[in-house]
């Protein structure tokens, strides 16, 4: 199983970038999610979106800035990321569900993408 992730670069602060993560059909029924980790620290929730995408959840940091979707037609999960501040700095992962459901849990997750890095300059 392969998730890969696109997306991720250098731009500055109040910058935008579009995270893409192709899943295969690995995702067909299951919820997917976004998680960060930047250097030093554990890895952190992002976002998460449900197998019909009706249900999604966002850590409190990236509410009103970062936005998750996905097309099942395709296999894919988005993350839209606006506003974007230098601690938005880190390692981005994509990764499917073991269920159909938006989770904020890492242990709701089956399989984990290699990761794209979004660095964001002040």
Not at 7 to 25: E, N
Not at 47 to 72: H, P
Not at 87 to 109: H, I, L
Request: proline content about 2%; hydrophobic content about 30%.
């Amino acid at each position: 199983v392969q998730l890969q992730a696109s997306g991720g670069g250098l731009v500055q602060a109040g910058g935008s970038l579009k995270l893409s993560c192709a899943a295969g059909r690995t995702s067909s029924n299951k919820g997917m999610g976004w998680f960060r980790q930047a250097p030093g620290k554990e890895r952190e929730f992002v976002a998460t979106i449900s197998w019909k995408g009706d249900v999604t959840y966002y850590v409190d940091s990236v509410k009103g800035r970062f936005t998750i979707s996905r097309d099942n037609a395709k296999n894919t999960v988005y993350l839209q990321m606006n506003s974007l501040k230098p601690e938005d700095t880190a390692v981005y992962y994509c990764a499917v569900g073991r269920r159909s459901a938006a989770t904020r849990n890492p242990e709701g997750y089956h399989y984990w993408g290699q990761g794209t890095q979004v660095t964001v300059s002040s």
